[in-house]
């Protein structure tokens, strides 16, 4: 089981960076779906005994409809109606934000060696896989311009999240899990309703558009 | 307790099945009287701590509640007005999300379990923004989309250190939980370096919804574009439980052993708010916009107080309760203001003091109550915290603290005298919007009970704010 587990951490980490250069929303879109979909099985590949099958059974069913169905719908949705296909021009262009990208592995890498974990043995990548998504996610929210390619950003840093979270499936209540990402779904369905309207307001989901407010 | 949540909720529900918009507000003021009720009913006979229980009502559940359930009843009886004015807007969404508003804010102030704590922060940033679009302008819809985005990105902070902490106490002959009382208890045992980073992560996560500087910068815009109902349950209810949730990690902090790291935090993050505020607050010509650097300062002056310890923590917790209060008369009144003129710029108002003969001299007095002029409340609490930092030796930090107020007193006074000063008979007018009890009455009601805290403190209330900052080493 390690290999493959090693596989989709080191997948995940792929995606961020592909998200990084990517100009392509729908491929955007599809990988965030496919980072979710990784994130699924990821509580099933790390169970160890027996007595939290239920647990976790039902937090990877959670997330596989949640991140890798309902959101990326809801997203696809939005574009059309938006009828947008790519982002012109960030406002930190692509090879900066790969190597910022890169910066963020690097230092998750050093702050996760010097942290020794106190819960004992946990997968050596989880933790840097977990921090480097969090920084890709607020680096995507905070380059990018258009409204859905910072909802974007919202999902991959919330996958981030949940990484990290995976740490805690033995400590944390169920109650605690599903209020995280009932969360999420209604962020991410409040956000596509205010897009709605940015959307119908300017003509556009460009949010540089957004700037009547400043002092 | 339970109840004191699931009411706000249930007639949350009514309100979004309601189908008359003339009645609907009427669902709110029902909501207040109740949650005003529930919250005497518990003060009255408080229930007895459990072990292991996820609610309590603690002391600083009590100081911020009773704050926040008279700032949301006169906000309720305010509503009945403005929404009548308001007709042609549907309502549904506003009156429902503010019950629901009230529900997480109650959990948030009740919650010992810091999981819960979070749901019910995500919570309300969910309800409130849809709220800022209310007026449905180009303008609204750049607010909400910030403080959605703003507000989400640090509440997902937030949680990565709720993990971190969970963490912490998950090592050997720690808590494994995040109930309060089990972190504090286990003390020693949590990992230091893990308790240090989830410190940073939540103060940075809560302290986004509090509005500290730098993590502010949604604040002008909600408070300059949401109505004036709004920008007063947010200013004095919702940031004063963002503190909550502040102070009861910071109680986890100390219990672990890295309170002095995190005293050195919460100074920074409070003299830089204040020190931008200053800033921002000189010249501001939108009086809403001003009222939002005023509440960037009071958070750090919150931050600061709890940082110094002593009688100053006291005294912060007494402010909770000063700043609430009096951001609900500026607030209110502001709206009046905004609403009579059709604008929020001192470019084109002026002469409110004669053209609405109650809100005008109520703004001009929520202003000197704010910037701590005797007698009202505010004075006493900034100069309980002033006082600790002198007393303790922090010279630097008291000099600091005054210069800055100093500067915002000047800059908010020449803002709120143009508004205030002056003919009206060449501004804007907007018919039908003149003064009414119902808009009027309620700001007034809150001045009154903010002027009365300066004159007279009622040994209860001076008990409860020594009881709460006892909970993070402070006290009278």
Known sequence: MTNLTDLVFILVVVIDFFLLASSRLGAAIRAVATQGALLAALPLLLLEGGHQVGHVLLLAAGALAIKGALIPWLMFRAIREASIRREMEPIVGFVPSMVLGGIGVALAFAFSSRLPLPGGEAHPYLVPTALSTVWAGMLLVVSRKKAVNQVLGFLVLENGVYVFGLLLTGIMPVMVEAGVLLDLFAAVFVMGIVMFHINREFASLDTEKLSALKD | ?476
Do not use: C
């Not at chain 2, 305010?78 to 019950?99: K, M, T």
């Not at chain 2, 001076?462 to 709460?468: Q, T, Y």
């Open chain 2, 1 to 476: 307790m339970v109840l004191l949540i699931a009411a706000p909720l249930a007639l949350a529900l009514v309100a979004f099945a309601m189908p008359s918009a003339r009645r609907r507000p009427l669902v709110l003021l029902a909501g207040a009287l109740v949650h005003a009720a529930g919250v005497l009913a518990l003060l009255a006979a408080p229930p007895p701590a459990r072990e292991g229980a996820w609610l309590a009502f603690d002391p600083l559940a009590r100081v911020t509640l009773l704050t926040a359930t008279a700032l949301f009843l006169a906000s309720a009886v305010y509503a009945q007005g403005y929404l009548a004015r308001r007709a042609d807007r549907d309502n549904r969404v506003f009156v429902g999300g503010l019950l629901v508003l009230l529900s997480a804010m109650t959990t948030v102030a009740l919650s010992h379990h810091l999981g819960l704590t979070w749901v019910a922060m995500e919570a309300s940033t969910l309800s409130t923004a849809p709220l800022i679009y209310f007026n449905q302008n180009a303008r609204s819809l750049e607010a909400a989309w910030k403080y959605l985005l703003i507000g989400s990105l640090g509440i997902a902070l937030a949680l990565l250190g709720t993990f971190f902490l969970a963490l912490a106490g998950a090592g050997p002959g720690g808590p494994k939980s995040l109930l309060v009382e089990d972190l504090i208890a286990a003390g020693g045992a949590l990992s230091r370096p893990w308790v240090r980073a989830a410190f940073v992560f939540l103060l940075v996560g809560y302290g986004t919804k509090m509005g500290l500087a730098p993590l502010h910068s949604w604040k002008p815009d909600a408070y300059g574009e949401a109505p004036g109902i709004l920008g007063a349950l947010l200013a004095g209810g919702l940031t004063n439980f963002a503190f909550v949730s502040v102070v009861r990690v910071f109680q986890v902090t100390i219990a672990a052993g890295e309170g002095a790291f995190a005293r050195d935090a919460l100074m920074a993050l409070g003299l830089l708010s204040i020190g931008l505020a200053a800033v921002f607050v000189v010249g501001q010509r939108d009086f809403k916009r001003m009222l939002a650097y005023s509440s960037v300062e009071h958070m750090g002056i919150l931050a600061i107080g709890v940082s110094l310890g002593g009688a100053a923590t006291a005294g912060a917790f007494f402010h909770t309760m000063n700043n609430g209060l009096t951001k609900g008369v500026l607030f209110l009144s502001a709206g009046n203001i905004h609403r009579a003129f059709g604008s929020k710029s001192t470019d084109e108002v002026h002469g409110a003091g004669r053209r609405l003969p109650l809100s005008g001299p109520l703004f001009l007095a929520g202003f000197l109550a704010i910037t701590g002029s005797p007698p009202f409340g505010p004075f006493f609490s900034e100069f309980a915290i002033v006082n600790g930092a002198f007393g303790a030796g922090r010279y630097w930090v008291g000099g600091l603290f005054l210069a800055f107020l100093a500067v915002i007193f000047v800059g908010m006074a020449a803002t709120v005298l143009d508004v205030v000063q002056g003919d009206p008979s060449d501004a804007p007018r907007v018919p039908g919007t003149g003064d009414s009890w119902l808009t009027a009455g309620p700001p007034l009601a809150l001045m009154l009970v903010v002027l009365a805290l300066g004159v007279f403190l009622p040994a209860g209330l001076k008990d409860l704010f020594g009881a709460a900052a006892a909970l993070v080493g402070g006290g009278w």
